[in-house]
């Protein structure tokens, strides 16, 4: 399991402030929705988590530790880009992938390759976007690294994929071993995922909390609570 | 198992209602098992530490019995059951009692729509066979 810390992190891009000044704690064993229209900057949080990017003042920590080679072992993360080969089938992806990592499960990559309907010899090219965006959650959840980041894994896909992805999703999260952060804009289909919720506005907290708290302090849903957020 | 959500109010009250909803209409009975916590949140998509809270709450109150290695049943307890069943309808009577209210019906004319109403709906239906063993009692 892994925490995860932000201490007054400010990262600029140019002129730009994709995160300003700030703080948060992720608590482990948590699935956490990072949420926000495009640019208020959930992507970079998730990037400096996955040790892509360096902040420009201010820490980020995974257990304590800056992110590193050393911490990359414990992080899955899923790009929102295409980053998989296109001339590679199914099943070479995940033989080329599964060797990078130690913690590989080749028992759960076959059961959400069957569970996805991805057939593995279809070249990666020739699978249409949902089909892709569900062979990149089997690449992230066939690990058992402590530490998930998935960012805007549904977006841009057919309805039946979603509905796969979010399955796969909570199929293999484990609680007692696992911390989730996955980065969206689309709160309806995913609020249920949600243990807690950040919102996120020009690279502060607008909001974060415990979904379930929210909801009965409130009496609103989390797409309502996004409502009134960014409006 | 089907579940809708409307998301306004914490999700495990819902998974909770939903059980005993079902449980009021005899769609589960005494001593069924349940889905496992895993497998009720993969159906519904939703957060398994919510439905782990759902599941704690049942054991609670006495809705439930978890037997080591066996799964969650739906518990035997007559007078837990008819309790629960007794809720549901409180629940229904308030909402309906409530809506009519408002809409400017005394009680004895509310008593008299509901004989005909209940002629209309159920006492057709009846005949023909609306509930096949007519009890569904707890």
Redesign the interface.
């Known amino acids: 399991m892994a925490t995860v810390v932000f201490e007054n992190v400010t990262k600029r891009f140019g002129g730009l402030r994709a995160l300003d000044g700030l703080s948060v704690t992720v608590r482990e064993?948590?699935?956490l929705g990072l949420l926000g229209p495009n640019g208020a900057g959930k992507s970079t949080m998730l990037k400096l988590m996955a040790g892509l990017y360096r902040p420009d003042q201010g820490r980020v920590t995974i257990d304590g530790e800056e992110p590193s080679p050393k911490t990359k072992a414990k992080v899955a993360y899923l790009p929102e880009i295409d980053y998989l080969y296109g001339w590679m089938t199914v099943q070479q992806i995940l033989d080329y992938v599964s060797a990078f990592y130690k913690d590989w499960d080749p028992a759960r990559s076959k059961e959400l390759l069957d569970f996805m309907g991805l057939n593995p010899t279809a070249r990666v090219r020739q699978l249409s976007k949902g089909m892709r965006a569900r062979l990149k959650i089997v690449v992230a959840m066939s690990r058992s690294a402590p530490l998930i980041l998935l960012d805007e894994p549904l977006s841009g896909i057919d309805p039946p994929s979603r509905?796969r992805v979010?399955?796969a999703i909570?199929?293999e999260?484990r609680?007692d071993s696992q911390t989730v952060v996955m980065s969206t804009h689309d709160v309806v289909e995913s609020?249920?995922?949600?243990?807690d919720v950040l919102f996120l506005k020009a690279g502060k907290v607008a909001l974060m909390g415990d979904?379930?708290?929210l909801?009965?302090e409130r009496?609103?849903?989390?797409?309502?609570l996004f409502e009134e957020v960014y409006a | 198992m089907q579940l809708k959500?409307?998301?306004?109010?914490?999700?495990?009250m819902q998974i909770i209602d939903e059980f005993k909803r079902q449980i009021a209409r005899g769609d589960l009975r005494p001593g069924d098992r349940i889905p496992s916590q895993?497998e009720l949140?993969?159906m519904?998509?939703?957060?398994?530490?919510?439905v782990?809270?759902a599941y704690r709450e049942m054991e609670l109150m006495g809705i439930t019995e978890t037997l080591r290695g066996q799964g969650t049943f739906i518990t035997s307890d007559p007078v837990r059951l008819a309790e629960i069943r007794r809720e549901m309808a409180g629940r229904a009577l308030v909402g309906f009692v409530r809506e009519m209210h408002a809409l400017g019906y005394g009680c004895e004319e509310m008593v008299a729509m509901v004989r005909g109403t209940w002629e209309q709906v159920v006492g057709a239906a009846g005949a023909g066979g609306g509930e096949p063993d007519g009890n569904r009692g707890v």
């Open positions: 064993g948590t699935i509905s979010l399955q909570v199929s999260f609680e609020e249920n995922l949600f243990a979904a379930e708290q909801r009965a009496g609103k849903s989390i797409r309502d | 959500l409307d998301q306004h109010a914490p999700i495990y895993r949140a993969t519904v998509q939703v957060n398994p530490n919510t782990q809270r």
